[in-house]
Nanobody, 118 residues
């Protein structure tokens, strides 16, 4: 069964840091682009960052550049999102997504809540 399991969310103060993990199973990790997508209260889905699991090439939305870092450990089929200098605007449910252009198919995790508040 395909599974994407996020962990690492929680409550953090503004300016603080948090690292999210996404553990993948049930598919060939190296064939997918892995992304983090978030949904803030009252807002739609917002793409945050992506990494090519095979090459390690990364992409970021402008408003997280310099603050967030996406990485992967291919030996563990795991993707990470290191978040620094967190702002209240970063409060959202963060979802892990796996996409294959070859099969035009994607998978989603259940999400993990990140709350940035004093």
């Amino acid at each position: 069964e395909v599974q994407l399991v996020e962990s690492g969310g929680g409550l953090v103060q503004p300016g603080g840091s948090l690292t999210l993990s996404c553990s993948a199973s049930g598919f060939t990790f190296s064939n997918y682009v892995m992304s983090w997508v978030r949904q803030a209260p009252g807002k739609g889905l917002e793409w945050v960052a992506a990494i090519n699991s095979r090459s390690g090439t990364t992409s970021y939305v402008d408003f997280v550049k310099g603050r967030f870092t996406i990485s992967r450990n291919s030996a563990k089929d795991t993707v990470y999102l290191q978040m620094n200098s967190l702002k209240s605007e970063d409060t959202a449910v963060y979802y892990c997504n796996a996409f294959s252009a070859a099969t035009v198919r994607d998978y989603w995790g259940q999400g993990t809540q990140v709350t940035v508040s004093s």
